[in-house]
Every structure is written in C-alpha cells, then in structure tokens.
C-alpha cells in the first residue's frame, strides 16, 4: 500500500482544513487508518484512527470535537477534517495503514505512511 498525503497549508487560528490521503491497492478497505502528527522537536503523535469499516474512530483527547476523521474505500481515501485550529496544531501530519484492526495511538502497529503534509496555524 502506498500513501499520498495532501491538503496541508497555512490558516489562521480558528478556521479549518480538509486534509486527504490517498491509497494505492485493491485492498485499502481491509485496513485500519490513522492520522499522526510530529511538530518541530517533538515526537510523533496519534492524532485520529478510524476501522476498516469507518464504523468505529478513536480520536487523542487534544483533538476531540474539533477534528473529524473519515473514509471512502470507493475512492480509497480517507480525510480528516479539522475545524477551530490552534497554533499548537502546526505540524507535519502523516497517515498510516494497518493490516490489522488497530486503530489506535500504537505507532508500531501500522505497517505502511505516507510521506506528511505540513500544516501550520498562524495566531
């Protein structure tokens, strides 16, 4: 599975973006996905995750009712909707696939990442 993150940019505090990855391979809608994020000098974060099925989403309570996490396995994308932003949103976000059903804060668990988008937030 090959992953291609987009949708990253510069917005104000308080105004959103969309950000997109898109999957390569017939079997994308048999695999977990997550979002992760890493600021400058900071470790990698869990961000959100969301079941094959899009029936289930965890989110990181830092996150919680601001983003959204979603999935089309027709297009073989799944998105994350993020709304009121905060300067400390700014990052590099990533996505990331598991094979299994994890969908949660475990890095180890994902097998395949995409290559991140920058997404910073301005006060």
């Known amino acids: 599975v090959q992953l291609q993150a987009s949708g990253g940019g510069l917005v104000q505090a308080g105004g959103s973006l969309r950000l997109s990855c898109a999957a390569s391979?017939?079997?994308?809608?048999?695999?977990?996905m997550a979002w992760f994020r890493q600021a400058p000098g900071k470790e990698r974060e869990f961000v959100a995750g969301?079941?094959?099925?899009?029936?289930?989403?965890y989110y990181a309570d830092s996150v919680k009712g601001r983003f959204a996490i979603s999935r089309d396995n027709a297009k073989n994308t799944v998105y994350l909707q993020m709304n009121s932003l905060k300067p400390e949103d700014t990052a590099v976000y990533y996505c990331?696939?598991?094979?299994?059903?994890?969908?949660?804060?475990?890095?180890?668990?994902?097998?395949?990442w995409g290559q991140g988008t920058l997404v910073t937030v301005s006060s």
């Open positions: 969301i079941s094959w099925s899009g029936g289930g989403t």
């Open positions: 990331a696939a598991n094979s299994g059903q994890h969908y949660g804060a475990i890095r180890g668990s994902y097998d395949y």
């Open positions: 391979g017939r079997t994308f809608s048999t695999y977990a």
